[in-house]
């Protein structure tokens, strides 16, 4: 009895240690990497990013023009436009042109640069040349009598100014008158009719008395 209850045992624990589960190692778990893209599209396998394919900044916006408008307009100055900007915009910028201001001189289509002068005269006379210009830092203008040849207009041959028949333009190359001075010279002859004496001048806006001592000998009535 007792050699067959040791052989039950033994029969016994034979089969629970047959019937226990084999712990199985784990499979190795795969690596993963961490890639960079480049700004470029590319990728560095590394993981690191490469500092010259960095996205270059965006560039500043393209500053502002200053342009200069003179003459018959109802806030002459210096006006700030954006890029781009045309005659017309720097007329509207100044306040528009006055009633007599000369437009058709001017080509308001055109682009202005920055340190460009617009002057707004008067209308001209019948068979005058234009008085109105658009002068560019560069050195170009449209419009404007500055053409003219000597002797012609209000120049006279010794040398002095007609105040009657003079242009702007003849009148800003007298010392001391400026486009905006010569341009109000010539306003006051259209509203008030021919200079009867050269101290009329006196009643022109921007002429002093200093002024008028300057270009005293430099002008005639004629």
Do not use: Y
Request: hydrophobic residues 45%; glycine residues 14%; aromatic residues 2%.
């Amino acid at each position: 009895m007792a050699a067959a209850g040791v052989f039950v045992v033994l029969v016994a624990g034979f089969a629970v240690f047959r019937d226990a589960p084999t712990p199985a190692p784990a499979p190795p778990l795969a690596v993963v990497a961490t890639d960079a893209v480049d700004t470029d599209g590319t990728v560095d396998t590394d993981g690191t990013v490469d500092t010259d394919d960095a996205v270059d900044p965006v560039p500043s916006a393209e500053a502002e023009l200053v342009v200069s408008v003179v003459g018959l307009v109802t806030r002459p100055g210096l006006v700030r436009l954006q890029p781009g900007s045309r005659v017309a915009d720097a007329v509207a910028a100044a306040g528009g042109a006055v009633e007599g201001a000369d437009l058709l001189a001017l080509n308001m289509a055109a682009r202005v640069a920055d340190g460009d002068q617009i002057v707004v005269g008067v209308v001209p006379p019948e068979a005058a040349p234009p008085v109105s210009s658009t002068t560019s830092g560069v050195g170009t203008s449209t419009g404007g009598s500055d053409g003219a040849p000597a002797g012609v207009g209000g120049a006279a041959p010794g040398g002095t100014v007609d105040l009657n028949a003079a242009t702007v333009a003849e009148l800003d190359a007298l010392p001391g008158v400026g486009p905006v001075t010569a341009t109000s010279i010539v306003g006051w002859r259209e509203t008030n009719g021919r200079f009867a004496t050269v101290d009329q001048l006196s009643e022109v806006d921007g002429i002093g008395p200093g002024r008028l001592a300057k270009i005293r000998d430099l002008v005639h009535v004629g």
